[in-house]
C-alpha cells in the first residue's frame, strides 16, 4: 500500500524521534486522515526489526479495526490479549490487546517486563488513566508510540506529562486543504438552550443535568433538522440513552427514518448496517459513536451533548469528515448553548488556531445565525479582524508607552548620571536575584519615575530601590528632575542637591520653560 506524502512523513518522523533515543512519542492526525495505516506500516517496520509489538486499546472496536488494517496493508497476523484469548506461546509479533484485560495483575504478571520490544496506544489522549499507566509501567523498556485525533492543547499539555515528543502533527485545516478531507459547513440554529444550571463532573458537562436540560427543546430541534437535514445522512450525539430513543421517536414522527444505538443493543451491528446501506438516514447515539466507527456517507452532525472537552468534540464531528463520492461537504448544526460558568466547544475550535480566533469565529456565527458559513473561509475573515483589533490595540498601547516614557527615566541614564558602576557593571549571584522582578517592585520603580521595562531580574530592581531610598535620605535629585533637566542639557544633574534642582526647575518653568540666559547649561552645578 503506497501511504500519502504526510503518512509516508509521519512514519519516517516517528521512526527518528525512537532512533534518537525519544522513547514515548505522539503522532497526531484528524479522524479520517488513517492513523491506524501509519502506524500499521510503522509495526511492520518494527517487526522486520525483529521486535515484538503491542497494540494497546480500550474498546474492541479498535482492537478489530487495527487487526484488520495491519492483515490487509501489511499482510501480519495478529494475536489476541482479551478476556479468554490470550497471546502467550503464540508466532505472531503482533498483539493487539485490551487495556481492561492487560492491566489486571495477574494477567500482566505473565508478561516479562521486556516482552515488547514496542508499544501502540490507540486513542492516546485515554492513556494518562490508572489502567494505561499500570501497563505502560510494566514494559517500561518498550518505545511507546501514542495515537491521537484530538486538536485540544489542554489534552496535548496532559499527555506532555507522560510523552517526550510530539513526532508529527497534521491538522484538520491542512486535512481539508489538500482535499484529503470533506469541507466542514456550520450553521447556527438560534435557538437558545439553557445550560446555567447544569453542573459538572469528571470536568465535563454531566451528562443526566444536559438530558434534563435539553428534553423541552427536542420537538424544536427536530423542526430545524426538519428545515436543514431533510436530504442529509445524520448522526446525532445525545447525552443520554433515554433522550436518544425519545429523540428517535419525535424524528419518526415527523418524517425521518431513524434509528438509534447504545451500549445494549443486541441488534447494533445490523442497525449500523442498515443506516449505512440507507435503509435510515438519521442515527442517534448516546456517545457510542464517537470512536472506531466509520461511515464516510455522513454528511451531517448534529451535536447534541455540548462538550468543553475538544477531543470528544472533534471525535464526534469527526464521524462525517470523510470522503465520500458525491459528497460535497460536512453540515455541522450548531446550537446556542447558553451557559454562565464554563466554555463550550463550538464549531470553531475543531480548526481555530489560538482562542482569540475562535472566539471571532463564534461572534460572526451568532451575529448570522441560519446562514452557513465554511469553517476555513470564516478562520480566515475571522483572522483578519483579529490582526485588525490587534493593530488597533498595538498602535493604542504604543502611543499609551510613548507619553508614559517621557515621563520615566531610562534606568541606564540614571545609572550614569549618580556614576553609579556598581548598578551598571551589577550581576545577579543568587537564585532570588536571577528571578524575575516583582510586581509590587516595577510598581514603585515606575511611582518613582524609573522606566521598569529594561530591568531584567529581582535583584537589580532591589538595588535601584535601596540607591532611591538612600539618596532620599541624602537629600539628593529624583530621576525626575534628572530627566527633566538633563533634557535641556545640564550635567551630572545626578549629584545635584534635591533643592538646588528644585529651585532651578523652578525658574525654568517661571521662563516660560526655556533656560534663563544667564545661564551656561553646560557649566552650571546646581548651587
Not at 447558553?338 to 466554555?343: F, G, P, V
Not at 441560519?370 to 483572522?383: D, I, M, R, S, T
Request: some cysteine; charged content about 30%.
Amino acid at each position: 500500500m503506497e501511504l500519502r506524502k504526510y503518512q509516508e512523513e509521519a512514519r519516517e518522523s516517528i521512526q527518528q524521534e525512537w532512533a534518537e533515543g525519544r522513547k514515548k512519542t505522539l503522532l497526531v492526525l484528524p479522524t479520517g486522515c488513517g492513523k491506524t495505516i501509519v502506524f500499521a506500516k510503522v509495526i511492520e517496520d518494527r517487526v522486520r526489526m525483529g521486535e515484538r509489538v503491542l497494540v494497546l486499546a480500550h474498546r474492541s472496536e479498535l482492537l478489530d479495526q487495527a487487526s484488520d488494517k495491519l492483515f490487509k496493508s501489511t499482510g501480519l497476523q495478529t494475536s489476541l490479549e482479551k478476556a479468554s484469548s490470550t497471546s502467550i506461546g503464540s508466532w505472531n509479533r503482533v498483539v493487539v490487546g485490551s487495556v481492561q484485560t492487560l492491566q489486571q495483575p495477574k494477567r500482566l504478571a505473565k508478561f516479562e517486563k521486556d516482552h515488547f520490544d514496542s508499544i501502540v496506544v490507540d486513542e492516546a489522549h485515554h492513556c494518562i488513566s490508572d489502567g494505561y499507566q499500570r501497563v505502560l509501567s510494566h514494559f517500561d523498556s518498550a518505545n511507546v508510540l501514542g495515537v491521537t485525533a484530538t486538536p485540544d492543547r489542554g489534552d496535548m499539555r496532559n499527555l506532555g506529562i507522560y510523552f517526550d515528543s510530539l513526532a508529527y502533527e497534521y491538522t484538520l485545516p491542512q486535512a481539508i486543504k489538500e482535499g484529503y478531507l470533506s469541507p466542514i459547513k456550520a450553521l447556527t440554529i438560534p435557538l437558545n438552550l439553557d445550560l446555567s444550571s447544569v453542573s459538572m463532573s469528571q470536568g465535563d458537562f454531566k451528562a443526566s443535568d444536559v438530558g434534563n436540560a435539553l428534553d423541552p427543546y427536542l420537538e424544536q430541534i427536530a423542526n430545524e433538522m426538519m428545515e436543514h437535514c431533510k436530504d442529509k445522512k445524520t448522526v446525532v450525539f445525545l447525552p443520554l440513552v433515554n433522550t436518544s430513543k425519545k429523540f428517535r421517536d419525535i424524528l419518526n414522527s415527523k418524517g425521518f427514518k431513524a434509528a438509534e444505538v447504545n451500549g445494549e443493543s443486541k441488534d447494533r451491528a445490523e442497525v449500523l448496517e442498515d443506516f449505512e446501506n440507507g435503509k435510515y438516514n438519521v442515527l442517534c447515539n448516546s456517545m457510542l459513536l464517537t470512536e472506531g466507527w466509520d461511515c464516510p456517507s455522513v454528511d451531517c452532525v448534529v451535536v447534541l451533548r455540548p462538550t468543553k472537552v475538544r477531543s470528544l468534540y472533534s471525535q464526534m464531528v469527526g464521524r462525517g469528515t470523510r470522503l465520500h463520492p458525491g459528497k460535497t461537504h460536512l453540515l455541522l448544526l450548531d446550537f446556542l448553548w447558553h451557559t454562565e460558568k464554563h466554555e463550550l466547544c463550538r464549531p470553531a475550535h475543531l480548526i481555530a488556531e489560538n482562542e482569540e480566533v475562535a472566539k471571532a469565529m463564534v461572534e460572526r456565527t451568532e451575529e448570522n445565525t441560519g446562514a452557513e458559513f465554511e469553517l476555513l473561509e470564516l478562520e480566515e475573515v475571522a483572522k483578519e479582524d483579529v490582526t485588525a483589533q490587534r493593530e488597533e490595540a498595538l498602535a493604542k498601547q504604543l502611543a499609551e508607552m510613548r507619553k508614559r516614557k517621557r515621563k520615566l527615566v531610562d534606568p541606564l541614564q540614571f545609572e550614569m548620571s549618580i556614576h553609579a558602576e556598581d548598578l551598571t557593571s551589577y550581576v545577579p549571584s543568587f537564585g532570588w536575584e536571577m528571578s524575575p522582578p516583582s510586581d509590587k517592585q516595577l510598581q514603585t520603580l515606575e511611582r518613582l519615575g524609573i522606566m521598569p521595562d529594561e530591568i531584567g531580574n529581582a535583584g537589580k530592581a532591589q538595588k535601584i530601590l535601596d540607591r532611591l531610598s538612600k539618596r532620599q535620605n541624602e537629600g539628593l535629585t529624583t530621576p525626575k528632575q534628572i530627566r527633566l533637566l538633563e533634557r535641556y542639557g545640564f550635567r551630572n544633574v545626578g549629584m545635584w542637591q534635591f533643592e538646588a534642582a528644585s529651585k532651578l526647575i523652578n525658574r525654568i518653568a517661571a521662563n516660560g520653560w526655556r533656560v534663563p540666559r544667564t545661564i551656561d547649561v553646560h557649566s552650571y552645578q546646581g548651587e
